[in-house]
Nanobody, 124 residues
Framework: QVQLVESGGGLVQAGGSLRLSCAASGRTFSSYAMGWFRQAPGKEREFVAAISRGGATTYYADSVKGRFTISRDNAKNTVYLRMNSLKPEDTAVYYC?????????????????WGQGTHVTVSS
């Protein structure tokens, strides 16, 4: 069982930056590939970024490529999402997710555990 707690969301102006954190419980964090997803009001949850369990491999949605960076610190049981050059269309609830596995995964059903989400609002 893995419990995930996101933090770092908030209100930011367009062009600004935020760093989201996701702290995981348990002693086997390094066994899990991790992902970030987001859900805007009235829309379906969508993939944002993913990272392999060792951190060597990352993958991004086209909409955030070049602006967002996913990283992890296995010693701290934490995965991060650095978001730069934020746009109003990035406004959403951001969720982290964990999947027992080696590589990166981009589909919602791939993931075994989910956090409760953190709100990000980007004003124009």
């Amino acid at each position: 069982q893995v419990q995930l707690v996101e933090s770092g969301g908030g209100l930011v102006q367009a062009g600004g930056s935020l760093r989201l954190s996701c702290a995981a419980s348990g002693r086997t964090f390094s066994s899990y590939a991790m992902g970030w997803f987001r859900q805007a009001p009235g829309k379906e949850r969508e993939f944002v970024a993913a990272i392999s369990r060792g951190g060597a491999t990352t993958y991004y949605a086209d909409s955030v490529k070049g602006r967002f960076t996913i990283s992890r610190d296995n010693a701290k049981n934490t995965v991060y999402l650095r978001m730069n050059s934020l746009k109003p269309e990035d406004t959403a609830v951001y969720y982290c997710a964990a999947k027992l596995g080696t590589y990166y995964y981009t589909k919602l059903p791939d993931y075994d555990y989910w956090g409760q989400g953190t709100h990000v609002t980007v004003s124009s």
